[in-house]
């Protein structure tokens, strides 16, 4: 929407080079005068103008000269945003072809033989995102014998903060007390992120191996790998780890734009991965590039 009042003089703004990749806003000025507003991404910045990809609309050349305001907004979510957290951890099953699942009420039972030489809690836990629907004590019992069974731990995978973990206090579960293994879940648009770090990510040799659901992305002779598993329409982000000598060269940013560009080429439409919560420069970077937190897990042993 344009403003037709008085001729609109350009001001002060904190764009630059620097917001190439990011949602933006700006206000600009027209010939005759007035101004409007423009949503969407930055995708190039030159000598003399900037271009925004706005939402859903293509591509707009401005004039530097012309912005009258401006200012980097938060992303905008994924429609998958409204998502239970419990169907979004649903998905996560697609990452081993090995795990073998029961239902327990409304809660899930997984096992999963050692991935990289461990058992990983979310393939080796109860999946208790709500009302188990057969009663707490008896969901707690269900629990402790199934992974007895197995002479694995009993442990649950909770909504850190939720109804559910409280519940689950009183009957002999609970978290380490540090945070151990918190970790978020987020979600992005494929599309969205896979055109922010396009913007920015370094040209570099990459490997790819693939199979129809599953590919697992190689930079620099390994300096930098991660694996992308489809699960219908979304895309599963994990095991993103770049060597400590080659860190700080955008290389992490090259291997999503990898995994994305491979996702989106199978029609995935959202991007989800765990990141724990005490990694605070994986979720920046995660957060430039569109991805924000659907909810927080957190993981209860019995006692």
Known sequence: MSDTAEPQPVGQHSLGPHVVGQRIVVRHRLPDGSATDVLGVCTAWGADTLTVDRDGHGPVTIALRDVVTGKPVPPRASVRARVDPHEVEEHINALWST??????????????????????????????????????????????????????????????????????????FASTGDGDGDAHAQLASVARALRSVRAVAPRVEAALEESPRD??????????????VLSGDWLLIESVAVDGAHRRHGLATAVLAELLDWGASLGATTALLHVEVVNTGAIALYERHGFTTHHTNRYLFAS
């Open 99 to 172: 795990i073998s699942t029961e239902p327990l009420g409304d809660w899930l039972l997984r096992a999963s033989p050692p991935h990289g030489g461990r058992l990983r809690r979310r393939g080796n836990s109860a999946l208790a995102m709500r009302d188990p629907g057969i009663g707490w004590a008896d969901a707690a019992f269900g629990v402790r014998r199934f992974y007895d069974a197995l002479d694995q731990p009993p442990i649950l995978q909770v909504q850190r903060g939720s109804v559910v973990e409280q519940r689950l206090l009183p009957l002999g």
């Open 215 to 228: 590919a697992s992305v190689s930079l620099a002779d390994g300096a930098a790998t991660g694996r992308g």
